[in-house]
């Protein structure tokens, strides 16, 4: 087993963006410095929608400009729109990220698109991004299990994951949004979808709704899969996801893959600072 794993830090913008209280952008921003600070490569901090759908993410800009920007970390934003794109380049956006959904339901409820629909949408912001040299990672939500549809057919999953590695997003994000994948779902998908994407081009998003993300991480390494989406504190859950618990926690997957013998490049001791910070901001605050 290749013993080289990352974790891409996704707490700053999934783990915040549910929380009903309002966090300070100064917050927000400091919490981004630590964990810059604890050694992640990759953190998604922001996220350029509408936010009249999610106010919490309406001071991505102001917090992309206050970033301390650690010499090679590179700071990404979710975009949903062209207009997005153009929000999140003109903040100074390292990359950008795009999400599909495998579930019709879903889709509907978290974009007001079908799936094509929604697809039809990214696409010329995967070609705005490549005409500049942007990166640009792609997620799929609902990919076992959807709040509104129920099981997902596994090949629902492998073609929205074709059609975004098509577009030319650079890695895929497979995301088990309501937390109720098992290891046998994780394990049927992976073995179908690796047929199609090579897994060093995929990553695992697994939520801890039932308890059970470190298992699927054990079996996504199994398949080769070695970067896996972790939220400081275990913040999170979805706004359009009704009972999804937070994601797995990046704290949580640190000690798991250090126990493995699996190197990750994260310091322990800084990352368990910023997790009681990023808890901290479900509370009180720090204006």
Known sequence: MDDQVEIFEVGPRDGLQNEARMIPTADKIALCDMLSEAGFSRIEVASFV??????????????????????????????????????????????????????????????????????DMFAPVADAAAAIGVPVRGYVSCVTHCPYDGAVPVANTVAVAQKLRAMGCYEIS?????????????????????????????AGHFHDTSGR???????????????????????????????????????????????????????HDVLARAGEFARGLRGAGHE
């Open 213 to 267: 993300a470190l298992l699927n991480v054990a079996e996504a390494l199994d398949h080769g899969v070695r970067v896996f989406d972790g939220a400081v504190g275990g913040l999170g859950g979805c706004p359009f996801a009704p009972g999804a618990a937070g994601n797995v926690s990046s704290e949580a997957l640190a000690a798991f893959f250090s126990a493995q013998g699996l190197a990750h490049g994260l310091d």
């Open 50 to 119: 509408s936010p009249k759908w999610v106010p919490q993410m309406a001071d991505g800009a102001e917090v992309l400009a206050g970033l301390s920007r650690a010499t090679g970390v590179s700071y990404a934003a979710l975009t949903p729109n062209l207009r997005g794109y153009e929000a999140a380049i003109s903040a100074n956006a390292d990359e950008i990220a795009i999400f599909g959904s495998a579930s019709e339901g879903f889709s509907r409820a978290n974009l007001n698109r079908s799936v094509s629909e929604a697809l």
């Open 174 to 202: 497979l995301g088990d949004t309501i937390g109720q994948a098992e290891a046998a779902d994780i394990r049927a998908l992976l073995t179908a979808l690796t047929l199609e994407i090579p897994a060093h081009l995929l």
